[in-house]
Protein backbone atom coordinates (compact mmCIF):
# COMPACT_ATOMS: atom_id res chain seq x y z
CA UNK A 1 0.00 0.00 0.00
CA UNK A 2 1.66 3.07 -0.93
CA UNK A 3 1.53 6.47 1.16
CA UNK A 4 -0.64 8.00 -1.49
CA UNK A 5 -3.52 5.35 -1.07
CA UNK A 6 -3.38 5.99 2.57
CA UNK A 7 -3.89 9.29 2.40
CA UNK A 8 -6.73 8.30 0.14
CA UNK A 9 -7.86 5.60 2.25
CA UNK A 10 -7.42 8.15 5.19
CA UNK A 11 -9.41 11.04 3.73
CA UNK A 12 -12.53 9.02 2.42
CA UNK A 13 -13.23 7.48 5.40
CA UNK A 14 -13.08 10.60 8.04
CA UNK A 15 -15.01 12.16 5.23
CA UNK A 16 -17.25 9.90 5.08
CA UNK A 17 -18.88 11.00 8.19
CA UNK A 18 -17.81 14.59 8.61
CA UNK A 19 -19.90 15.72 11.74
CA UNK A 20 -18.65 12.96 13.71
CA UNK A 21 -15.20 13.53 12.75
CA UNK A 22 -15.65 17.14 13.34
CA UNK A 23 -17.30 16.72 16.63
CA UNK A 24 -14.42 14.26 18.09
CA UNK A 25 -12.14 16.76 16.40
CA UNK A 26 -13.08 19.47 18.76
CA UNK A 27 -13.10 17.71 21.47
CA UNK A 28 -8.86 17.31 20.82
CA UNK A 29 -8.66 20.88 20.01
CA UNK A 30 -10.59 22.40 22.99
CA UNK A 31 -7.89 19.87 24.66
CA UNK A 32 -5.00 21.16 23.24
CA UNK A 33 -6.21 25.33 23.08
CA UNK A 34 -6.78 25.03 26.89
CA UNK A 35 -3.31 22.90 27.78
CA UNK A 36 -1.58 25.87 25.40
CA UNK A 37 -3.17 28.96 26.59
CA UNK A 38 -3.41 27.91 30.40
CA UNK A 39 0.66 27.40 30.10
CA UNK A 40 0.87 30.17 28.84
CA UNK A 41 -1.10 32.45 31.24
CA UNK A 42 0.75 30.15 33.97
CA UNK A 43 4.58 31.14 32.23
CA UNK A 44 2.94 34.90 31.81
CA UNK A 45 2.04 35.40 35.23
CA UNK A 46 5.56 34.04 35.84
CA UNK A 47 7.89 36.23 33.92
CA UNK A 48 5.86 39.42 34.74
CA UNK A 49 6.64 38.68 38.40
CA UNK A 50 10.33 37.90 37.65
CA UNK A 51 10.32 41.34 35.80
CA UNK A 52 8.70 43.24 38.72
CA UNK A 53 10.93 41.92 41.11
CA UNK A 54 13.93 42.63 38.50
CA UNK A 55 12.69 46.34 39.12
CA UNK A 56 12.27 46.65 42.91
CA UNK A 57 15.98 47.43 42.72
CA UNK A 58 19.16 44.79 41.65
CA UNK A 59 21.01 43.03 43.63
CA UNK A 60 18.64 44.23 46.95
CA UNK A 61 18.51 42.29 50.58
CA UNK A 62 16.34 43.44 52.62
CA UNK A 63 16.45 43.33 56.40
CA UNK A 64 13.57 42.64 58.50
CA UNK A 65 12.59 42.72 62.14
CA UNK A 66 10.67 38.77 63.01
CA UNK A 67 11.82 35.68 61.27
CA UNK A 68 10.25 36.10 57.76
CA UNK A 69 10.35 33.54 55.45
CA UNK A 70 9.93 34.76 51.87
CA UNK A 71 6.62 34.62 50.10
CA UNK A 72 4.90 33.81 53.62
CA UNK A 73 4.10 35.74 57.06
CA UNK A 74 6.15 36.49 59.53
CA UNK A 75 6.79 33.20 60.88
CA UNK A 76 7.93 34.13 64.50
CA UNK A 77 7.71 37.62 65.95
CA UNK A 78 8.52 37.19 69.33
CA UNK A 79 7.74 39.69 72.48
CA UNK A 80 9.27 42.87 70.92
CA UNK A 81 11.02 41.71 67.83
CA UNK A 82 9.45 44.14 65.44
CA UNK A 83 11.16 46.58 67.28
CA UNK A 84 14.77 45.06 67.12
CA UNK A 85 16.29 47.33 64.33
CA UNK A 86 17.37 50.27 64.89
CA UNK A 87 19.30 53.27 63.24
CA UNK A 88 22.39 52.66 64.74
CA UNK A 89 22.29 48.90 63.05
CA UNK A 90 21.28 50.77 59.51
CA UNK A 91 24.67 52.42 60.52
CA UNK A 92 26.83 49.87 61.48
CA UNK A 93 25.88 47.96 58.35
CA UNK A 94 27.68 50.73 56.23
CA UNK A 95 31.29 49.17 57.64
CA UNK A 96 30.75 46.18 55.45
CA UNK A 97 32.40 45.92 51.92
CA UNK A 98 30.46 45.31 49.27
CA UNK A 99 27.21 47.42 49.96
CA UNK A 100 27.20 50.45 47.36
CA UNK A 101 24.30 51.93 48.94
CA UNK A 102 21.77 51.52 52.28
CA UNK A 103 18.34 52.47 52.88
CA UNK A 104 16.99 52.24 56.33
CA UNK A 105 13.00 52.41 56.42
CA UNK A 106 9.95 52.69 58.13
CA UNK A 107 6.73 52.23 57.12
CA UNK A 108 3.08 53.21 58.84
CA UNK A 109 -0.52 53.13 57.19
CA UNK A 110 -2.24 56.90 57.66
CA UNK A 111 -4.79 58.42 56.68
CA UNK A 112 -3.59 60.98 54.22
CA UNK A 113 -5.89 64.06 52.99
CA UNK A 114 -5.88 66.79 50.59
CA UNK A 115 -6.99 69.67 52.31
CA UNK A 116 -7.06 71.68 48.16
CA UNK A 117 -9.17 68.93 46.70
CA UNK A 118 -10.83 67.32 49.73
CA UNK A 119 -9.69 63.86 48.76
CA UNK A 120 -8.21 60.98 51.32
CA UNK A 121 -6.71 57.90 50.69
CA UNK A 122 -5.41 55.47 53.45
CA UNK A 123 -1.76 54.28 52.58
CA UNK A 124 1.47 53.24 53.12
CA UNK A 125 3.76 55.94 54.62
CA UNK A 126 7.59 55.57 54.08
CA UNK A 127 9.83 56.90 55.96
CA UNK A 128 12.93 56.97 54.07
CA UNK A 129 16.38 58.49 53.38
CA UNK A 130 17.69 59.64 50.26
CA UNK A 131 19.05 56.65 49.38
CA UNK A 132 15.64 55.04 49.03
CA UNK A 133 15.17 55.99 45.10
CA UNK A 134 18.45 54.84 44.63
CA UNK A 135 18.26 51.30 46.23
CA UNK A 136 15.07 50.48 45.14
CA UNK A 137 14.92 52.26 41.52
CA UNK A 138 12.82 55.06 41.99
CA UNK A 139 12.52 58.09 39.60
CA UNK A 140 11.38 61.31 40.38
CA UNK A 141 8.99 62.30 37.39
CA UNK A 142 8.49 65.95 38.97
CA UNK A 143 9.81 67.81 41.04
CA UNK A 144 12.48 66.23 43.94
CA UNK A 145 12.87 63.09 46.24
CA UNK A 146 14.03 63.74 49.58
CA UNK A 147 17.07 65.07 50.38
CA UNK A 148 19.82 65.07 53.38
CA UNK A 149 18.78 68.80 54.23
CA UNK A 150 15.09 67.49 55.14
CA UNK A 151 16.41 64.59 56.82
CA UNK A 152 18.57 66.80 59.34
CA UNK A 153 15.55 69.38 59.59
CA UNK A 154 13.04 66.99 59.74
CA UNK A 155 11.76 68.71 56.79
CA UNK A 156 7.39 68.34 56.59
CA UNK A 157 7.55 67.61 53.29
CA UNK A 158 6.23 64.50 51.30
CA UNK A 159 6.79 62.70 47.82
CA UNK A 160 3.98 60.78 46.27
CA UNK A 161 3.58 57.65 44.13
CA UNK A 162 1.59 58.20 40.85
CA UNK A 163 -1.27 56.46 42.00
CA UNK A 164 -1.55 58.41 45.38
CA UNK A 165 -0.63 61.19 43.73
CA UNK A 166 -4.32 60.62 41.31
CA UNK A 167 -5.99 59.71 44.65
CA UNK A 168 -5.53 62.82 46.40
CA UNK A 169 -5.49 65.38 43.53
CA UNK A 170 -7.13 63.63 40.21
CA UNK A 171 -4.63 65.50 37.36
CA UNK A 172 -3.82 68.39 39.29
CA UNK A 173 -0.22 68.87 39.80
CA UNK A 174 0.27 68.08 43.50
CA UNK A 175 4.29 69.82 43.73
CA UNK A 176 3.40 72.34 45.82
CA UNK A 177 0.50 71.55 47.43
CA UNK A 178 0.10 70.25 50.72
CA UNK A 179 -1.34 66.91 51.97
CA UNK A 180 -2.45 66.57 55.59
CA UNK A 181 -0.48 63.07 57.34
CA UNK A 182 -2.04 62.32 60.57
CA UNK A 183 -3.25 65.69 61.23
CA UNK A 184 0.26 67.06 60.10
CA UNK A 185 0.76 69.50 57.23
CA UNK A 186 3.30 68.12 54.54
CA UNK A 187 4.48 69.82 51.39
CA UNK A 188 4.48 67.97 48.35
CA UNK A 189 8.00 68.51 47.27
CA UNK A 190 7.94 65.53 44.25
CA UNK A 191 6.11 62.82 42.38
CA UNK A 192 7.55 59.19 41.20
CA UNK A 193 6.82 57.33 37.87
CA UNK A 194 4.68 54.72 37.73
CA UNK A 195 6.62 51.42 38.43
CA UNK A 196 3.66 49.07 38.32
CA UNK A 197 2.92 45.93 41.25
CA UNK A 198 5.44 43.84 41.84
CA UNK A 199 2.59 41.16 43.28
CA UNK A 200 3.09 42.73 47.18
CA UNK A 201 4.98 45.65 47.18
CA UNK A 202 3.43 48.67 44.87
CA UNK A 203 5.37 52.17 45.28
CA UNK A 204 3.00 53.30 43.28
CA UNK A 205 0.27 53.84 46.00
CA UNK A 206 2.75 55.19 48.66
CA UNK A 207 3.81 58.48 49.64
CA UNK A 208 7.22 58.92 51.30
CA UNK A 209 8.46 61.17 53.86
CA UNK A 210 12.09 61.77 55.49
CA UNK A 211 13.15 58.79 58.02
CA UNK A 212 14.09 61.55 60.95
CA UNK A 213 10.03 62.81 60.15
CA UNK A 214 8.61 59.68 60.47
CA UNK A 215 10.03 58.53 63.48
CA UNK A 216 10.40 61.87 65.58
CA UNK A 217 6.81 63.07 64.55
CA UNK A 218 3.96 60.56 63.07
CA UNK A 219 5.21 57.06 64.46
CA UNK A 220 6.55 58.20 67.35
CA UNK A 221 9.38 55.46 67.60
CA UNK A 222 12.85 54.74 66.30
CA UNK A 223 12.92 51.43 65.23
CA UNK A 224 12.77 50.34 61.95
CA UNK A 225 10.91 48.14 59.47
CA UNK A 226 13.20 47.68 56.94
CA UNK A 227 16.38 48.39 55.60
CA UNK A 228 17.49 47.76 52.41
CA UNK A 229 20.68 47.31 51.23
CA UNK A 230 22.76 47.45 47.91
CA UNK A 231 25.06 45.39 46.86
CA UNK A 232 27.76 46.52 44.79
CA UNK A 233 27.93 42.82 42.92
CA UNK A 234 25.47 39.95 42.28
CA UNK A 235 28.36 37.85 42.98
CA UNK A 236 28.73 39.42 46.39
CA UNK A 237 25.17 39.07 47.58
CA UNK A 238 25.54 35.76 49.60
CA UNK A 239 28.68 36.46 51.39
CA UNK A 240 27.20 40.47 52.62
CA UNK A 241 24.12 38.72 53.65
CA UNK A 242 26.21 36.37 55.57
CA UNK A 243 28.08 39.22 56.96
CA UNK A 244 24.76 41.06 58.01
CA UNK A 245 23.24 38.51 59.73
CA UNK A 246 26.87 37.87 61.77
CA UNK A 247 26.45 41.71 62.36
CA UNK A 248 23.21 41.89 63.24
CA UNK A 249 23.24 38.99 65.38
CA UNK A 250 26.17 40.20 67.55
CA UNK A 251 24.75 43.75 68.28
CA UNK A 252 21.45 42.24 69.08
CA UNK A 253 23.22 39.26 71.33
CA UNK A 254 21.19 36.85 69.52
CA UNK A 255 22.08 33.05 68.13
CA UNK A 256 23.32 32.54 64.91
CA UNK A 257 20.42 30.28 64.55
CA UNK A 258 17.92 31.93 66.04
CA UNK A 259 18.09 35.38 64.86
CA UNK A 260 15.23 38.00 65.97
CA UNK A 261 15.43 39.63 62.27
CA UNK A 262 16.22 37.87 58.79
CA UNK A 263 17.85 38.65 55.43
CA UNK A 264 16.01 38.27 52.51
CA UNK A 265 17.28 38.50 49.08
CA UNK A 266 15.67 38.58 45.90
CA UNK A 267 17.03 35.32 44.95
CA UNK A 268 14.59 33.98 48.07
CA UNK A 269 11.87 36.24 47.01
CA UNK A 270 12.35 35.27 43.67
CA UNK A 271 12.79 31.71 44.76
CA UNK A 272 9.50 31.98 46.11
CA UNK A 273 7.81 33.68 43.58
CA UNK A 274 8.54 30.87 41.10
CA UNK A 275 7.48 28.03 43.39
CA UNK A 276 4.06 29.64 43.58
CA UNK A 277 3.70 30.48 39.55
CA UNK A 278 4.91 27.00 39.14
CA UNK A 279 2.52 25.49 41.33
CA UNK A 280 -0.43 27.54 39.40
CA UNK A 281 0.92 26.73 35.89
CA UNK A 282 0.80 23.81 36.93
CA UNK A 283 -2.46 23.66 38.60
CA UNK A 284 -3.97 24.94 35.14
CA UNK A 285 -1.84 22.47 33.25
CA UNK A 286 -3.57 19.50 35.42
CA UNK A 287 -6.92 21.26 34.37
CA UNK A 288 -6.12 21.31 30.83
CA UNK A 289 -5.09 18.28 30.54
CA UNK A 290 -8.43 16.49 31.97
CA UNK A 291 -10.30 18.24 28.96
CA UNK A 292 -6.99 16.58 26.76
CA UNK A 293 -7.46 13.65 28.31
CA UNK A 294 -11.62 13.23 27.30
CA UNK A 295 -10.46 14.54 24.36
CA UNK A 296 -8.45 11.28 23.80
CA UNK A 297 -11.32 9.52 25.04
CA UNK A 298 -13.64 10.99 22.15
CA UNK A 299 -11.32 9.64 19.48
CA UNK A 300 -10.50 6.44 21.20
CA UNK A 301 -14.91 6.22 21.50
CA UNK A 302 -14.67 7.31 17.38
CA UNK A 303 -12.18 4.53 16.43
CA UNK A 304 -14.02 1.75 18.23
CA UNK A 305 -17.28 2.88 16.83
CA UNK A 306 -16.04 2.99 13.34
CA UNK A 307 -14.19 -0.16 13.36
CA UNK A 308 -17.05 -1.77 14.34
CA UNK A 309 -19.36 -0.25 12.16
CA UNK A 310 -16.79 -1.06 9.34
CA UNK A 311 -16.39 -4.77 10.61
CA UNK A 312 -17.19 -6.33 7.10
CA UNK A 313 -15.33 -3.41 5.24
CA UNK A 314 -12.29 -5.12 7.59
CA UNK A 315 -13.02 -8.40 6.31
CA UNK A 316 -13.49 -7.70 2.42
CA UNK A 317 -10.46 -5.79 2.64
CA UNK A 318 -8.57 -8.83 4.35
CA UNK A 319 -10.32 -10.98 1.85
CA UNK A 320 -8.67 -9.41 -0.96
CA UNK A 321 -5.56 -9.03 0.19
CA UNK A 322 -5.37 -6.63 2.39
CA UNK A 323 -2.42 -7.75 5.55
CA UNK A 324 -3.35 -6.87 8.82
CA UNK A 325 -0.62 -4.65 9.08
CA UNK A 326 -2.43 -2.44 6.38
CA UNK A 327 -5.83 -2.51 8.13
CA UNK A 328 -3.63 -1.15 11.66
CA UNK A 329 -1.89 1.48 9.01
CA UNK A 330 -5.40 2.64 7.70
CA UNK A 331 -7.32 2.87 11.28
CA UNK A 332 -4.30 4.40 12.90
CA UNK A 333 -3.83 6.82 9.91
CA UNK A 334 -6.86 7.67 10.93
CA UNK A 335 -6.57 8.48 14.21
CA UNK A 336 -3.79 10.31 13.54
CA UNK A 337 -4.65 12.17 10.90
CA UNK A 338 -7.51 13.10 13.43
CA UNK A 339 -5.45 14.18 16.39
CA UNK A 340 -2.75 16.48 14.36
CA UNK A 341 -5.00 18.08 11.93
CA UNK A 342 -7.08 18.47 15.64
CA UNK A 343 -3.67 19.25 17.60
CA UNK A 344 -2.73 21.98 14.48
CA UNK A 345 -6.17 24.16 15.05
CA UNK A 346 -6.19 23.49 18.66
CA UNK A 347 -2.68 24.87 18.74
CA UNK A 348 -3.10 27.71 16.74
CA UNK A 349 -6.64 28.33 18.84
CA UNK A 350 -4.57 28.21 22.06
CA UNK A 351 -2.11 30.71 20.52
CA UNK A 352 -5.14 32.94 19.87
CA UNK A 353 -6.78 32.98 22.94
CA UNK A 354 -3.06 33.70 24.67
CA UNK A 355 -2.64 36.62 22.34
CA UNK A 356 -6.99 37.93 22.91
CA UNK A 357 -5.68 37.31 26.78
CA UNK A 358 -2.91 39.55 26.62
CA UNK A 359 -4.29 42.11 24.22
CA UNK A 360 -7.35 42.41 26.21
CA UNK A 361 -4.86 43.27 29.40
CA UNK A 362 -6.29 40.26 31.25
CA UNK A 363 -2.98 39.10 31.78
CA UNK A 364 0.52 38.87 30.56
CA UNK A 365 0.84 35.54 28.27
CA UNK A 366 3.83 33.94 26.91
CA UNK A 367 3.61 30.46 24.37
CA UNK A 368 6.22 28.41 24.89
CA UNK A 369 7.51 26.23 22.66
CA UNK A 370 7.48 22.99 25.12
CA UNK A 371 4.36 23.60 25.96
CA UNK A 372 3.45 23.13 22.27
CA UNK A 373 5.53 20.60 22.07
CA UNK A 374 3.71 18.81 25.07
CA UNK A 375 0.49 19.42 23.91
CA UNK A 376 1.56 17.84 20.48
CA UNK A 377 3.36 15.17 21.69
CA UNK A 378 0.39 14.14 23.90
CA UNK A 379 -2.43 14.87 20.71
CA UNK A 380 -0.37 12.28 18.61
CA UNK A 381 -0.06 9.69 21.54
CA UNK A 382 -3.46 9.84 22.09
CA UNK A 383 -4.15 9.00 18.54
CA UNK A 384 -1.53 6.28 18.30
CA UNK A 385 -2.37 4.58 21.70
CA UNK A 386 -6.44 4.95 21.36
CA UNK A 387 -6.20 4.48 17.70
CA UNK A 388 -4.34 1.47 17.99
CA UNK A 389 -6.30 -0.33 19.94
CA UNK A 390 -9.18 -1.14 17.73
CA UNK A 391 -7.04 -0.74 14.97
CA UNK A 392 -5.62 -4.41 15.95
CA UNK A 393 -8.72 -5.96 17.25
CA UNK A 394 -10.52 -5.40 13.76
CA UNK A 395 -6.90 -6.42 12.26
CA UNK A 396 -6.98 -9.88 14.10
CA UNK A 397 -10.44 -10.68 12.85
CA UNK A 398 -10.36 -14.00 9.90
CA UNK A 399 -11.54 -12.44 6.86
CA UNK A 400 -15.04 -14.30 7.13
CA UNK A 401 -15.73 -13.52 10.38
CA UNK A 402 -15.29 -9.81 9.87
CA UNK A 403 -17.79 -10.08 6.22
CA UNK A 404 -20.41 -12.13 8.88
CA UNK A 405 -19.92 -9.47 11.48
CA UNK A 406 -23.48 -7.87 11.98
CA UNK B 1 -3.41 -27.21 -9.01
CA UNK B 2 -5.90 -27.80 -5.79
CA UNK B 3 -5.97 -30.50 -3.85
CA UNK B 4 -8.32 -30.76 -0.63
CA UNK B 5 -8.62 -34.07 1.18
CA UNK B 6 -11.28 -35.57 4.39
CA UNK B 7 -12.28 -31.51 4.22
CA UNK B 8 -14.71 -31.14 7.51
CA UNK B 9 -16.08 -27.65 8.63
CA UNK B 10 -18.26 -27.51 11.92
CA UNK B 11 -19.03 -24.18 12.69
CA UNK B 12 -19.60 -23.41 16.55
CA UNK B 13 -22.00 -21.43 17.48
CA UNK B 14 -22.04 -20.96 21.84
CA UNK B 15 -22.55 -24.64 22.38
CA UNK B 16 -24.15 -25.72 19.40
CA UNK B 17 -22.50 -27.42 16.78
CA UNK B 18 -23.22 -27.79 13.19
CA UNK B 19 -21.39 -29.52 10.69
CA UNK B 20 -21.31 -27.62 7.27
CA UNK B 21 -18.82 -30.18 5.45
CA UNK B 22 -18.34 -34.04 6.04
CA UNK B 23 -15.02 -35.39 4.42
CA UNK B 24 -14.78 -33.53 1.19
CA UNK B 25 -11.77 -34.70 -1.22
CA UNK B 26 -11.32 -33.70 -4.53
CA UNK B 27 -8.18 -32.54 -6.73
CA UNK B 28 -8.65 -29.43 -9.56
CA UNK B 29 -6.06 -28.95 -12.15
CA UNK B 30 -4.62 -26.38 -13.51
CA UNK B 31 -6.93 -24.75 -16.10
CA UNK B 32 -10.24 -26.45 -14.98
CA UNK B 33 -13.38 -25.32 -15.17
CA UNK B 34 -15.48 -26.92 -12.43
CA UNK B 35 -18.74 -26.17 -11.35
CA UNK B 36 -20.10 -27.46 -7.48
CA UNK B 37 -23.77 -27.73 -7.33
CA UNK B 38 -25.81 -28.72 -4.19
CA UNK B 39 -28.82 -27.47 -2.81
CA UNK B 40 -29.07 -24.56 -0.58
CA UNK B 41 -27.49 -25.03 2.73
CA UNK B 42 -25.71 -27.80 1.42
CA UNK B 43 -21.94 -26.21 1.99
CA UNK B 44 -21.12 -24.54 -1.15
CA UNK B 45 -20.00 -21.33 0.07
CA UNK B 46 -18.21 -23.06 3.30
CA UNK B 47 -16.21 -25.16 0.50
CA UNK B 48 -15.20 -21.75 -1.73
CA UNK B 49 -14.63 -19.40 1.52
CA UNK B 50 -11.87 -22.72 2.48
CA UNK B 51 -10.92 -22.86 -1.19
CA UNK B 52 -10.64 -19.28 -1.47
CA UNK B 53 -8.30 -19.06 1.72
CA UNK B 54 -10.77 -17.31 3.82
CA UNK B 55 -11.47 -19.48 6.60
CA UNK B 56 -10.28 -23.09 7.61
CA UNK B 57 -11.34 -26.29 7.55
CA UNK B 58 -11.77 -27.70 11.24
CA UNK B 59 -10.37 -30.98 10.10
CA UNK B 60 -8.66 -32.44 6.94
CA UNK B 61 -6.25 -30.98 4.02
CA UNK B 62 -5.71 -28.33 1.38
CA UNK B 63 -2.83 -28.28 -0.78
CA UNK B 64 -2.99 -25.42 -3.48
CA UNK B 65 -0.46 -25.26 -5.89
CA UNK B 66 2.11 -28.17 -3.63
CA UNK B 67 1.77 -25.68 -0.65
CA UNK B 68 -0.28 -26.72 2.64
CA UNK B 69 -2.46 -24.17 3.33
CA UNK B 70 -2.67 -24.35 7.22
CA UNK B 71 0.66 -24.37 7.39
CA UNK B 72 0.97 -20.81 6.23
CA UNK B 73 0.51 -16.98 8.75
CA UNK B 74 -1.46 -14.90 8.31
CA UNK B 75 0.14 -12.65 6.18
CA UNK B 76 1.17 -15.14 3.51
CA UNK B 77 -2.74 -16.47 3.50
CA UNK B 78 -3.08 -12.66 2.37
CA UNK B 79 -0.53 -12.65 -0.30
CA UNK B 80 -2.24 -15.44 -1.37
CA UNK B 81 -5.57 -14.19 -1.83
CA UNK B 82 -4.03 -11.20 -3.20
CA UNK B 83 -2.03 -12.69 -6.02
CA UNK B 84 -3.63 -15.78 -6.86
CA UNK B 85 -7.62 -15.70 -6.08
CA UNK B 86 -10.07 -13.72 -7.22
CA UNK B 87 -13.14 -14.08 -5.07
CA UNK B 88 -17.03 -13.30 -6.15
CA UNK B 89 -18.84 -13.53 -2.88
CA UNK B 90 -22.58 -14.74 -2.59
CA UNK B 91 -23.66 -11.34 -1.22
CA UNK B 92 -20.97 -9.49 -3.56
CA UNK B 93 -19.78 -7.17 -0.70
CA UNK B 94 -19.17 -3.84 -2.26
CA UNK B 95 -17.27 -1.04 -0.37
CA UNK B 96 -20.38 0.68 0.66
CA UNK B 97 -19.70 4.78 -0.34
CA UNK B 98 -17.22 4.69 -2.50
CA UNK B 99 -17.19 4.65 -7.18
CA UNK B 100 -17.15 1.39 -8.90
CA UNK B 101 -13.44 2.44 -10.00
CA UNK B 102 -12.40 2.48 -6.35
CA UNK B 103 -14.34 -0.72 -5.59
CA UNK B 104 -12.30 -2.65 -8.38
CA UNK B 105 -8.77 -0.90 -7.87
CA UNK B 106 -9.06 -2.42 -4.16
CA UNK B 107 -6.95 -5.21 -4.78
CA UNK B 108 -4.48 -3.45 -7.18
CA UNK B 109 -3.91 -0.79 -4.14
CA UNK B 110 -2.81 -3.68 -1.31
CA UNK B 111 -1.07 -5.52 -4.45
CA UNK B 112 0.94 -2.31 -4.74
CA UNK B 113 -0.09 -1.98 -8.74
CA UNK B 114 0.15 1.76 -9.37
CA UNK B 115 -0.13 4.60 -11.66
CA UNK B 116 -0.52 3.69 -15.16
CA UNK B 117 -0.44 0.23 -14.96
CA UNK B 118 -3.17 0.27 -12.12
CA UNK B 119 -5.28 2.86 -14.51
CA UNK B 120 -5.01 0.55 -17.23
CA UNK B 121 -6.17 -3.12 -15.48
CA UNK B 122 -9.19 -1.49 -13.80
CA UNK B 123 -10.35 -0.11 -17.45
CA UNK B 124 -10.04 -3.59 -18.83
CA UNK B 125 -11.75 -5.47 -16.19
CA UNK B 126 -14.44 -2.58 -16.46
CA UNK B 127 -14.99 -2.43 -19.86
CA UNK B 128 -15.41 -6.73 -19.91
CA UNK B 129 -17.43 -6.43 -17.57
CA UNK B 130 -19.86 -4.50 -19.72
CA UNK B 131 -19.27 -1.03 -18.20
CA UNK B 132 -18.69 1.96 -19.92
CA UNK B 133 -17.11 5.17 -18.22
CA UNK B 134 -20.00 6.89 -17.45
CA UNK B 135 -20.60 4.63 -14.95
CA UNK B 136 -17.39 4.56 -13.43
CA UNK B 137 -17.70 7.08 -10.69
CA UNK B 138 -21.15 6.09 -9.45
CA UNK B 139 -21.53 5.18 -5.70
CA UNK B 140 -22.28 1.35 -5.02
CA UNK B 141 -25.69 2.32 -3.96
CA UNK B 142 -26.09 3.93 -6.95
CA UNK B 143 -26.05 0.84 -8.94
CA UNK B 144 -28.54 -1.56 -9.99
CA UNK B 145 -28.47 -5.37 -8.84
CA UNK B 146 -26.99 -6.30 -11.99
CA UNK B 147 -24.27 -3.76 -11.83
CA UNK B 148 -23.14 -4.62 -8.68
CA UNK B 149 -22.60 -7.96 -9.63
CA UNK B 150 -20.37 -6.73 -12.59
CA UNK B 151 -18.31 -4.50 -10.29
CA UNK B 152 -17.88 -7.64 -7.76
CA UNK B 153 -16.80 -9.59 -11.10
CA UNK B 154 -14.57 -7.26 -12.47
CA UNK B 155 -12.57 -6.76 -8.46
CA UNK B 156 -11.96 -10.52 -8.78
CA UNK B 157 -10.91 -10.10 -12.66
CA UNK B 158 -8.51 -6.88 -12.11
CA UNK B 159 -5.21 -8.64 -10.70
CA UNK B 160 -5.39 -11.21 -13.58
CA UNK B 161 -5.68 -13.96 -10.32
CA UNK B 162 -4.40 -17.99 -11.58
CA UNK B 163 -7.68 -19.23 -9.66
CA UNK B 164 -11.55 -17.35 -9.84
CA UNK B 165 -13.66 -18.53 -7.11
CA UNK B 166 -17.33 -17.30 -8.20
CA UNK B 167 -19.97 -17.84 -5.21
CA UNK B 168 -23.28 -17.93 -7.69
CA UNK B 169 -21.75 -15.34 -10.00
CA UNK B 170 -24.85 -15.03 -12.24
CA UNK B 171 -27.68 -15.69 -9.77
CA UNK B 172 -29.12 -17.97 -11.78
CA UNK B 173 -30.34 -21.56 -10.98
CA UNK B 174 -28.80 -23.83 -13.51
CA UNK B 175 -25.27 -22.73 -12.68
CA UNK B 176 -25.37 -22.90 -8.93
CA UNK B 177 -21.29 -22.69 -8.64
CA UNK B 178 -18.97 -22.61 -10.60
CA UNK B 179 -14.50 -22.31 -10.14
CA UNK B 180 -13.13 -21.58 -13.03
CA UNK B 181 -9.55 -22.02 -13.10
CA UNK B 182 -8.17 -19.73 -16.09
N1 LIG C 1 -20.98 -19.08 10.52
C1 LIG C 1 -21.85 -20.08 10.55
N2 LIG C 1 -22.26 -20.54 11.74
C2 LIG C 1 -23.13 -21.59 11.80
N3 LIG C 1 -23.63 -22.19 10.75
C3 LIG C 1 -23.25 -21.79 9.53
C4 LIG C 1 -22.35 -20.70 9.36
N4 LIG C 1 -22.14 -20.49 8.04
C5 LIG C 1 -22.90 -21.42 7.40
N5 LIG C 1 -23.55 -22.18 8.30
C6 LIG C 1 -24.42 -23.27 7.98
O1 LIG C 1 -23.72 -24.16 7.14
C7 LIG C 1 -24.57 -24.62 6.15
C8 LIG C 1 -23.92 -24.44 4.80
O2 LIG C 1 -23.91 -23.09 4.51
P1 LIG C 1 -23.38 -22.54 3.12
O3 LIG C 1 -23.44 -21.06 3.16
O4 LIG C 1 -22.08 -23.15 2.82
O5 LIG C 1 -24.50 -23.08 2.11
P2 LIG C 1 -24.61 -22.95 0.54
O6 LIG C 1 -24.46 -24.31 -0.01
O7 LIG C 1 -23.68 -21.92 0.05
O8 LIG C 1 -26.10 -22.48 0.38
P3 LIG C 1 -26.70 -21.44 -0.69
O9 LIG C 1 -26.88 -22.22 -1.97
O10 LIG C 1 -28.02 -21.10 -0.11
O11 LIG C 1 -25.78 -20.33 -0.80
C9 LIG C 1 -25.92 -23.92 6.28
O12 LIG C 1 -26.83 -24.81 6.85
C10 LIG C 1 -25.62 -22.79 7.22
O13 LIG C 1 -26.69 -22.59 8.11
MG1 LIG D 1 -23.87 -20.06 -0.69
Not at chain 1, 79 to 96: F, M, P, V, W, Y
Not at chain 1, 277 to 305: D, E, H, Q, R
Not at chain 1, 328 to 341: C, I, P, R, S, Y
Not at chain 2, 42 to 52: D, E, N, P, Q
Request: charged share 20%; aromatic share 6%.
Amino acid sequence: MTFADLFHETIAALSANKVRTGLTMLGIIIGIASVISMVSIGEGAKKSIEGSIQGLGSNLLTVMPGVVQPGRAVVSAGRGSSQTLKNTDAEALRDIQGISAISPELNRRFQITAPTTGFNTNSTVIGAEPDYALVRNLITDNGSFITAPHLRGLGRVAVLGPTAATDLFGEEDPVGQSVRINKMNFTVIGTLQKKGSAGFFNPDDMIFVPLSTMQKLLSGDDYLSTIAVSVTDKDMMPIVQQEITALLAERHRVDLESPDFSVISQADILGTLTQVTTTFTLFLASIASISLLVGGIGIMNMMLTTVTERTREIGLRKAIGAKRRDINLQFLAEAVMLTFTGGLIGILLGWLVAFGVTKLGIVQTSVSLSSILLAFGVSGAIGIIFGYYPARRASNLSPIEALRYE
Amino acid sequence: MIEIKDVTKIYKTGDVEFQALYGVSFTIRDGEFVAIMGPSGSGKSTLMHILGCLDTPTSGTYFLDGKNVASLDDDALADIRKEKIGFVFQQFNLLPRTTVLRNVSLPLVYASVRGDERNKKVEKALFSAGFDRSHFLHHSNQLSGGQIQRVAIARALVNNPSLILADEPTGNLDTKTRTARL
